[in-house]
Nanobody, 120 residues
Framework: QVQLVESGGGLVQAGGSLRLSCAAS????????MGWFRRAPGKEREFVAS????????YYGGSVKGRFTISRDNAKNTVYLQMNSLKSEDTAVYYCAASPLGSGYEDGYWGQGTQVTVSS
C-alpha cells in the first residue's frame, strides 16, 4: 500500500521556522517528482515547491521563494520542506504529493496533510 505521511506541522509565531517531512512508502519512488502544496481556509490549493527525485531540480511558488527550501533524502524515501521567515499568510494545511514521470500530481499519490498555523 502506497503511503505519503506528512509530519512536522504545528503552531509557530511569525518570523519563526518549521520543517515538514513527507515519508513515502509502499513502492519505489525513483523517477517521481515530489511536491508540496497547501490549502488555506477559503482558498484554492496552491503549489509550494517541487523536486525531482533523482535530479534534485527544484521549483518554488512565488509566495515562498527565498523563504522555503525543498530537499530529499532518497535513502530514507523522505522529502522535506524547510520553512523560514514564516508569515501569517503561510497558515494552511500542507500536503505532500508524488507525480509519476510525464504525468501530473493528480495521477500520483497524496498525503493526508499537516496543519501549519502561523500566529502574528
Amino acid at each position: 500500500q502506497v503511503q505519503l505521511v506528512e509530519s512536522g506541522g504545528g503552531l509557530v509565531q511569525a518570523g519563526g521556522s518549521l520543517r515538514l517531512s513527507c515519508a513515502a512508502s509502499g513502492r519505489t519512488f525513483s523517477g517521481y517528482r515530489m511536491g508540496w502544496f497547501r490549502r488555506a481556509p477559503g482558498k484554492e490549493r496552491e503549489f509550494v515547491a517541487s523536486i525531482t527525485w533523482t535530479g534534485g531540480t527544484t521549483y518554488y511558488g512565488g509566495s515562498v521563494k527565498g523563504r522555503f527550501t525543498i530537499s530529499r533524502d532518497n535513502a530514507k524515501n523522505t522529502v522535506y520542506l524547510q520553512m523560514n521567515s514564516l508569515k501569517s499568510e503561510d497558515t494552511a494545511v500542507y500536503y505532500c504529493a508524488a507525480s509519476p514521470l510525464g504525468s501530473g500530481y493528480e495521477d500520483g499519490y497524496w498525503g493526508q496533510g499537516t496543519q501549519v498555523t502561523v500566529s502574528s
